[in-house]
C-alpha cells in the first residue's frame, strides 16, 4: 500500500510558475511510474505527465507540452511537478499518482487526496 500527499498548490497569477511534489509513505513507490492527473470542475479527470519507475522515461499530455517538468527523487520517495506559463485553464484539483505506465486513471493504484491551483487572468 502507498499512501501520496500532494503539496503545493495555491493561487498564482496567469504567466506564473509554481511547483507541485507529492510525497510517498513507502520505499516501494520508487518501483512504480508516477503520474500527475488534473480534474477541473464539471470535467474529466486529465491525464498531465508520467515518469517511469527509474525517472529516465516521462510522459506528457499535449496540455503540459513545452511548459510543465515531471521528476521524482526515490530516495526521498518523492515527485514533482514544475509548472511554468501558467494559463487560467490550468486551474484544477491535481493529483498526483502511482501504478503501472499509461495515460489513463485505471493504469493507477494509488491515489493522493490532490492540491488546489488556481491560475487568475
Known amino acids: 500500500q502507498v499512501q501520496l500527499v500532494e503539496s503545493g498548490g495555491r493561487w498564482v497569477q496567469a504567466g506564473g510558475a509554481l511547483s507541485l511534489s507529492c510525497s510517498a509513505s513507502t520505499r516501494t513507490f520508487s518501483t512504480y511510474t508516477m503520474a500527475w492527473f488534473r480534474q477541473a470542475p464539471g470535467k474529466e479527470r486529465e491525464f498531465v505527465a508520467a515518469i517511469s519507475w527509474t525517472g529516465v522515461d516521462t510522459y506528457y499530455g499535449d496540455s503540459a507540452k513545452g511548459r510543465f517538468t515531471i521528476s521524482r527523487d526515490n530516495h526521498e520517495n518523492a515527485g514533482y511537478l514544475q509548472m511554468s506559463h501558467l494559463k487560467p485553464e490550468d486551474t484544477a484539483v491535481y493529483y498526483c499518482?502511482?501504478?503501472?505506465?499509461?495515460?489513463?486513471?485505471?493504469?493507477?493504484?494509488?491515489w493522493g487526496q490532490g492540491t488546489q491551483v488556481t491560475v487568475s487572468s
Open positions: 499518482a502511482a501504478g503501472d505506465v499509461g495515460i489513463t486513471s485505471r493504469h493507477y493504484q494509488y
